[in-house]
C-alpha cells in the first residue's frame, strides 16, 4: 500500500517535470474528486509556460477550433473567424474527464498528436473502473495521478519554483541519454504487460526532465527509477514472474573493466530493485488484483466479469458483415452489399439500361459484438447446522456482494435452502432495496437440502441462459447434507443427489464458487466444488468482508 505523503510527493514530481516539458509529456491524467488535494494540485499549472485554458466535455467544436464571429461579420460587413481555445501555447484543462465523448477524444488526441495542442490535463472525477476518462486520452498523457487517498491536511500547497523549472528548462536540450538504456526500459515495461511504445518514450523524457531539474548533464540511476515510478506504475497490466535469473558472476578484473566509470545506467540496476520500485508506486489494491489476475490466467481461467461474448444484429462493437439471407430481423449493410453485386454487373446486365442488379446472394447483413448481462446466483444455506453467527456473516457478504452487482449493472438472483427444499427469495433483478428487504427476512433451521439448493440454481442458471444472461452460481454453506431431493432424511441419498446435480452444473460449464463456512473444512465440499468445475473456500471465521472478496474474487478471475 503507498502511503499517502508518498502519493502527493509524486503528484508534485509530476507536476514539475511536466512545467518543465509540457510538449514531450503530453499532459497528466489527474484522478480526483473536487477537494484540497485537487486544488493545491491545479493551483501548480501555473507554472508551466503556457496559457491554461479550462474546458468541459461538451464544449463545441467553434470553441475548441475557432469559428464565425457573428457580432463582428455582421459589424464590419467582411468574414471574422475567432480564435479557438486549442493552440500550440495553450494547455488545455479538461474537467469532467469521465464525461467525454469519444469525438471529443479523438480531436484533443489529434491536436496532442500533431502539436496544435500545447498540453492536457484530464480531470477525471470518477468513482467507478468504468467511470473513467477515455483511452485515446490518457494513453497520450505521461502521468496518471490518483490522489484519492491524500487527504487535506497533507495536501498543502507546493508550487513550483518558477526560477528552478526555467533553468531546468533551459538545461534540458543538453542532457544525454544513453542509447542503451532505451532496450532496458522496453524489456521492463513488456516485463508489467505495457504495450504502448508511447510509455517508454514519456519515462525517457521523464527521466531526461528529472536530470535537467537536478542539475545532471546525463540521465542517472535516480532519475531511471523516478521515471519508471510515475510512468509505468499507474500503466501496469500483470506482475512479473517472481523468480528472476540473476546474472551470471564476473571475474573481478572485467567487472572492473566492463562497468563505466564517468555515469550509472540502468544495466548496473538490478531488475528487482526496479520491479519492486514500480510496484511500490502502483495504487492501493492494484498489486493484489494483478496477482490475482496472473493466477487465474495461469490456471487457464477465462474472466466472467462483463458477461460473455455473443453475436447481435442491432447494437454492439461492428463486426465485418456476412452474407446470409434476408430476414427482417436483420440490418442489410448497403455498401457491402453494392461491393458483392458490383464484379458481377458486366455478366448480369443484358438490357441497354444502367440499373445495378442485386440478386440475394449479394446480400451482406451487419454484424455486431456485445456483451450479455451478468447474472449472480447466490444459494444460501439456511439451515440449523449453520449456526446464526455464520448465517448473519453470509447475509452481510451477499449484500456486499448485492451492492457491488448493482454497480456493475449484473443481475442478482436469491435462492435459500432449508428444511426439506429450496426456494427462491429473489428472482433475477438489479434492484437493489428488494434484493436487501427479501435477505434482511431471511429465515433460519431446519435440515440442509444440498441437492435441492443445488438444482434450484441450476434451473435459475439455465432460464439465464435461454434469457441470454451470463450466469454465475456462487454457494454458502457448512456442507453438512442430510435431506435427499425426494425430501427424506438420508445423508448418503443427500450426498448423491448433490454430486449429480453438480455434474449437470459442470456440463453446462457455468462458473461456479463453494464458500464452506463449517468451523473445520469439509472434503466432501471440496470434491463437491471440483465436481462443477469450480472454486472452493474454506472460510470457517470469515466475517462479511472477506467472504464477499473471495465470491469476487472467484467469479471475476
Known amino acids: 500500500m503507498t502511503p499517502p505523503l508518498e502519493t502527493w510527493l509524486r503528484a508534485n514530481m509530476a507536476l514539475t517535470l511536466l512545467c518543465i516539458d509540457p510538449a514531450g509529456l503530453g499532459g497528466m491524467w489527474l484522478r480526483a474528486r473536487c477537494g484540497p488535494a485537487r486544488d493545491c494540485l491545479t493551483a501548480g499549472f501555473s507554472a508551466l509556460p503556457l496559457t491554461v485554458r479550462r474546458i468541459h466535455p461538451a464544449i463545441t467544436d467553434d470553441a475548441l477550433f475557432g469559428g464565425l464571429d457573428l457580432t463582428a461579420t455582421l459589424s464590419s460587413g467582411h468574414f471574422v473567424r475567432t480564435a479557438g481555445l486549442m493552440q500550440p501555447n495553450a494547455a488545455l484543462v479538461l474537467t469532467m474527464a469521465e464525461r467525454c465523448d469519444p469525438s471529443l477524444a479523438v480531436k484533443l488526441a489529434r491536436g496532442l498528436d500533431h502539436g496544435t495542442c500545447g498540453g492536457l490535463v484530464a480531470v477525471d472525477e470518477g468513482v467507478d473502473y468504468d467511470e473513467r476518462a477515455p483511452e485515446t486520452l490518457t494513453d497520450r498523457l505521461a502521468f496518471h495521478i490518483d490522489l484519492e487517498s491524500v487527504s487535506a491536511t497533507l495536501a498543502e500547497p507546493s508550487d513550483p519554483d518558477p526560477m ?16 542503451v538504456n532505451i532496450s532496458d526500459l522496453t524489456h521492463l515495461a513488456a516485463s508489467f504487460g505495457i504495450d504502448s511504445p508511447r510509455a517508454i518514450l514519456f519515462a525517457m523524457k521523464a527521466a531526461r526532465a528529472h536530470a535537467a531539474f537536478f542539475g545532471r548533464e546525463c540521465v542517472g540511476v535516480d532519475d531511471i527509477k523516478a521515471a519508471v ?117 458486366t455478366i448480369r446486365r443484358l438490357s441497354a439500361d444502367h440499373r445495378i442488379e442485386v440478386r440475394p446472394s449479394d446480400l451482406r447483413t451487419k454484424q455486431y459484438k456485445q456483451h450479455s448481462d451478468r447474472l449472480i446466483i447466490f444459494a444460501v444455506d439456511a439451515s440449523g447446522s449453520s449456526a446464526v453467527s455464520r448465517l448473519n456473516e453470509a447475509k452481510g457478504a451477499v449484500e456486499l456482494l448485492l451492492a457491488q452487482s448493482y454497480a456493475m449493472r449484473d443481475h442478482v438472483g436469491l435462492i435459500a435452502f432449508r428444511g426439506e427444499q429450496a426456494e427462491v427469495l429473489l428472482h ?3 434492484s437493489l432495496v428488494q434484493a436487501k428487504r427479501q435477505l434482511a427476512a431471511l429465515p433460519g433451521g431446519g435440515g440442509t437440502p444440498l441437492a435441492a439448493g443445488l438444482k434450484a440454481a441450476m434451473q435459475m442458471s439455465d432460464e439465464a441462459t435461454r434469457r441470454g444472461l451470463t450466469p454465475a452460481i456462487a454457494m454458502l454453506t457448512d456442507g453438512r447434507a442430510n435431506i435427499a431431493l425426494d425430501g427424506s432424511p438420508n445423508r448418503k441419498a443427500a450426498a448423491e443427489d448433490a454430486e449429480t446435480i453438480a455434474k449437470r452444473i459442470c456440463a453446462t460449464g457455468t462458473p461456479s464458487v463453494v464458500i464452506d463456512t463449517a468451523n473445520r473444512p469439509q472434503p466432501p465440499l471440496k470434491h463437491l466444488a471440483q465436481t462443477m468445475n469450480g472454486t472452493y473456500f474454506a472460510l470457517p471465521r470469515a466475517d462479511a468482508r472477506r467472504l464477499s472478496a473471495a465470491i469476487s474474487g472467484a467469479l471475476d478471475a
Open 229 to 345: 515510478e510515475l510512468v509505468f506504475a499507474a500503466r501496469a497490466v500483470v506482475l512479473p514472474p517472481q523468480d528472476h535469473d540473476d546474472p551470471p558472476d564476473l571475474p573481478e578484473e572485467d567487472k572492473t573493466q566492463d562497468m563505466p566509470q564517468s555515469q550509472d545506467t540502468l544495466a548496473q540496476i538490478p531488475q528487482d530493485m526496479l520491479i519492486e520500485t514500480i510496484k511500490a508506486a502502483m495504487p492501493d489494491g492494484v498489486v493484489d488484483a494483478l496477482s490475482k489476475k496472473n493466477a487465474a490466467q495461469t490456471a487457464g481461467q477465462k474472466g466472467q466479469g462483463a458477461g460473455t461474448e455473443r453475436r447481435g444484429n442491432r447494437r454492439g462493437r461492428p463486426l465485418p458483415a456476412r452474407q446470409s439471407k434476408y430476414d427482417s430481423r436483420a440490418r442489410i449493410d448497403l455498401l457491402a452489399t453494392l461491393r458483392a453485386a458490383a464484379p458481377w454487373q
Open 164 to 179: 528552478a523549472i526555467d533553468t531546468a528548462r533551459r538545461r534540458l536540450g543538453a542532457v544525454s541519454f544513453d542509447p
Open 428 to 430: 433475477p433483478t438489479r
